[in-house]
């Protein structure tokens, strides 16, 4: 069956759940790594929307099959049906309440500390990754809600336990510490005779009106309670004040902590630290106004004994009832505890099974399932084009294996976008987490990812070059893969994953920056010298001596030299203009470096509009962008490997400034160039260059006037340089400006091309489009509602076109330069990390080298000790130092700017990002984790 939507436009369609590929931390999931090749890498797999078609009571069954292939990504033919009114919506709710129940049976699981199982176990796994037995919701459903019911009602004693349990420890605090204020209180009031020992024989507790009937007028009261110790000062200064100075207000500190009722009916049962607290009153009738006032503050009150024996009594009545209810409390803990226990054997397996009902209930629900209208229910969705008939394969047998009817599955021809389907493994899933970071790449596009896997490395090594500071590193990322089978199924913290995660990232950059180190050939910051100490001879032919820092290289041909094995020759870490050399270079090599990557993603753009057949673009759009930035960057990087590879010692010639070749490019491309970097014509005489028509040339004709012009009154300039006269030559490069001036007019010429012929081209196929199609619309219906409404394009607007295609320009033009700009941060970062390095190495471990010498300290025991104790500590504080400075704020610092590079220089070339990401339905996204009350 094949089925042409109305509307040509693509559109994508709204998706939740499902596999995220390309995730840092996407292996950790157990499920086995899809198999990856190159081509996998460089391109999104083509994808097939198809149309599966089955009876109706089939279709549980169906859905389960398909969620055991993690290869269909289900679209929703119901999209405008509210989820209320979908047919499986009572089942949805059904599996909801049960997961519901068990993240409840999960918090508590989480609070007494019991470990649930994992399940499936590796013995029951399949061959594709799923348990092989998988029980039915029915079979423990009936368990799990009157568990439910049960855990419900033995919370509920268990709270009304632990208050109990709170009220009898507190009245014992009220007896014990009430004991000592009262008598305290007393013995102010009517002297000693209310308190005549601290033995508990001879403790007499009498009512304070009968302390001293003489002085004090009417009756004594006492309230006294527990309170907050926050609350303590507060309620003492409102009762204070509500008596009228009529009150003494005696507190007492409890070293135990209680339970807090209020965070008990909360449940979450806090321990707080709380006050004992008593009140004599004078007034009359001012008791019920203190209780009234100490309840406001969530004092819990209690009665005080009046008599010895009474209190005794009360004493011996609280420690029993704490006793009582200790055991109590402890016996209903014991037997939460056993019932909790025995279900965390099964806890994880209905977790597993009732998130497998859920989806797939809400799989049906994306069907056109209705039992109403008619028997056959179907669905659709997203299928690798490779794996389609494994698909077929595998639906059919699984229903002709139950006797049942096979399904029936036909492609549908669609202008719907597909999603992008790039499968990773556990090396290239880090890479592919810093592309999708960005943006997904559309169905079909060029992925970065594939070139993220050696330039993003790359990139970070040229800025982290250092071959003692990439082993570590490299070191460091072996180590975190060392551990995959210890923590790909374990839980871990936020940062540790996301470290784990770009376990193979943290390697490559350390290779990398291995690599660079060795090409400049520095480790620590100490000069290497693993090929030979250097190549520069002296004018006997000996070696250059490297025992000190500012050596002078001379460039003559006395000082015969011979390049380097590989890299940098050590002597240029001995030379006293180090830093001029190292600027330059590094300079350099960040331009060629970005203009390359960049080239690279231009040319992918090429790549993108011969996949999608956009051959509009190819020519006016490729081909401009191709012709300016080459025109101006790729001359640029033309320029310095010839400045390189000329031996200017040799020919004689000063090399030219390429900074002011450029500028004299732009601003003045007529002028003849006096310092050339090819095609050198130079002149030592004014008559030969009139005989070979020089004259032409303003700098010749400025020096030979009279030859040239026949101006008798100026003298000619030019001398070959006779014994004892200074050598006068004027030199150019025709060729040079030729083609320096045929570059600059292509490459603005180019400009024009890049911005004008797409819009009216695409304002043709437009008008021709709607033409032709005038007379299909008539008979054809509207599938928006068969494909889920969800492919309406936009109409085309000329003005939109012109707009985005300026912006496009504008973008390009500016940004070739800007982002050619943007790379020389390679020169600075790496300029930084070695100068960082060789700061510590001189200020901090040097003065530990050099502690006799710049301390003054003899050669002796003594000596000897301190020199050791101040090389230990230069050493630790050097180690700490480069550890937090290089390895980690450097390592951060290059890693974020070699994002940039990637994600804007780079990338903004060819890459669009707005896909959507392939998310089959699929029971391996099942997690379960009993510890996760979420």
Known sequence: MTTTPKHAACAQTDRKGGEKEGEGGGDRSGAPQRPEGMGDLWRSKKMTLVKVSFHSDNARDIIETVGTLDLVELRDLRSGTSFYNRSFVDDVRKCEDLARILDDVGAELSTLKITAPEWPPEDELGANGLP??????????????????????????????????????????????????????????????????????????????????????????????????????????????????????????????????????????????????????????????????????????????????????????????????????????????????????????????????????????????????????????????????????????????????????????????????????????????????????????????????????????????????????????????????????AKLSDMVEMVYGGRYILLLNGLFGAFVGIMYNEAFAFPMAIFGRTNWKDEAGDPVDLSHHTLEIPLDGEHPYEPYVVGVDPIWHHAGNKITFFNSLKMKISIVVGVAQMSVGIFLSLLNHFEYRDYKKVFFQFIPEIIFFEGIFGYLVFTIFLKWATDWVSIGEVAPSLLNLLIMMFMSPSAPIDNPLYGHQCYYSCSLALADGACAQSTIAAACPASCAGDIEHVDTLSPGAPGEAEVKVCFSEIQSQIQMFLLVISFVSVPFLLLPIPFIEMYQHSKSTKSAGHERLGEEDEGDAHGGDHHGEEFSVGDAFIHQGIHTIEFVLGSISNTASYLRLWALSLAHSQLAELFKDMVLGLGLSAKSELGLEKDLVGNIIHVFVLWFTYATWLIMSFVVLMVMENLSSFLHALRLQWVEFQNKFFYGDGVRFTPFSFKNIAVDASDDE
């Open 132 to 489: 092989k037995n998988v029980p039915k919701l029915e079979s423990f459903e009936p368990f799990v809600r009157e568990l439910d019911q049960e855990l419900e009602l033995a919370k509920d004693q268990l709270k009304a336990l632990k208050s109990y349990h709170n009220t009898a420890k507190e009245a014992l605090h009220v007896l014990v510490e009430g004991r000592k204020v009262y008598a305290k209180a007393a013995s102010k009031v009517g002297g000693s005779g209310a308190y005549t020992g601290a033995s508990g024989s001879e403790l007499e507790l009498l009512p304070l009106r009968e302390a001293d009937t003489a002085n004090v007028a009417g009756s004594m009261q006492i309230v006294c309670g527990i309170v907050k110790n926050e609350s303590v000062q507060s309620l003492q200064r409102v009762i204070w004040r509500a008596t009228r100075c009529n009150a003494v207000f005696c507190q007492s500190p409890i070293d135990e902590a209680l339970l807090d009722i209020e965070s008990l009916n909360k449940g979450n049962a806090e321990l707080i630290n709380k006050t004992f607290f008593m009140v004599f009153l004078v007034a009359k009738n001012s008791a019920d106004k203190v209780k009234k006032i100490s309840s406001y503050f969530g004092a819990e009150l209690y009665p005080f004994p009046q008599g010895a024996a009474e209190y005794s009594e009360k004493l011996e009545f609280a420690k029993l009832q704490l006793d009582e209810a200790t055991l109590a409390l402890k016996v209903q803990e014991d037997q939460i505890f056993s019932v909790l226990s025995k279900v965390s054997i099964e806890y994880s397996k209905w977790v597993y099974v009732v998130a497998r009902e859920t989806m797939i209930f809400d799989a049906l629900n994306k069907s056109d399932y209705d039992i109403k209208r008619s028997n056959v229910t179907s669905i659709e969705g997203w299928v690798p084009t490779e794996s389609l008939a494994m698909v077929q394969q595998t639906l059919t047998q699984s229903e002709v294996a139950k006797g049942r009817t096979p399904p029936l599955i036909n492609e549908i021809s669609s202008r719907l976008t597909p999603p992008t389907f790039i499968p990773v493994t556990a090396f290239s899933s880090g890479f592919q987490a810093l592309v999708n970071t960005y943006g997904t790449p559309r169905y079909r596009e060029a992925n970065p990812g594939a070139f993220c896997c050696i330039m993003f490395p790359y990139l970070f090594g040229i800025m982290f070059g250092d071959f003692g500071h990439g082993l570590l590193l490299a070191a460091f990322g072996l180590y975190l893969i060392s551990k995959e089978k210890e923590w790909s199924k």
